[in-house]
């Protein structure tokens, strides 16, 4: 049996949420599976993935093939880099130091992403509160104008 690592679509309209689990190769898109290993929600910023390592390590190693988004996921997660290290032959104390050291970095970075973005949102904001104050004082000074 041809086992896939793909999604699957939960939500709603225009609310997209998806599941990344083991199924048939055969079985269809939002049909049965065999495991759910995570979810993926790209509408939060930035996008929200959980992944069980362990349940996509167990069936990346038994052969099961990722589609290229949930392939995509997985390296972003660092299932990937476990299982490259686990090829090479790697013992699972230097598979998880390796981990915990990519895992470091990329925290690093996600904070800066999160930062920029609160930065960019309180900008917004301030255009926003300043464009608003410009249209009081532009009303102000007609209803000046109109009382004189």
């Known amino acids: 049996m041809a086992v896939r690592l793909r999604l699957t679509r939960m939500g709603r309209r225009k609310r997209p949420f998806y599941r990344i689990v083991a199924a048939d190769a055969r079985a269809p898109r939002d049909g049965k599976f065999l495991e759910q290993i995570g979810y993926y929600d790209p509408m939060t910023e930035p996008p ?59 925290e690093e970075k996600l904070q800066k992403i999160k930062e920029e973005v609160a930065r960019r949102r309180q900008e917004a904001y301030e255009k926003a509160l300043e464009h608003e104050r410009k249209i009081r004082e532009q009303r102000k000074q007609k209803q000046q104008t109109t009382q004189d």
């Not at 992944?51 to 990722?66: C, I, S, T, Y």
């Not at 660092?78 to 598979?95: F, M």
């Open 48 to 106: 929200t993935i959980k992944v069980d390592h362990e349940k996509a390590l167990k069936w990346l190693k038994n052969g099961a093939q990722p589609t290229e988004t949930v392939r995509s996921i997985l390296s972003k997660e660092g299932v990937l880099l476990k299982l490259h290290l686990w090829r090479k032959g790697k013992s699972e104390e230097e598979i998880e130091r390796i981990y915990q050291e990519w895992r470091k970095q990329k």
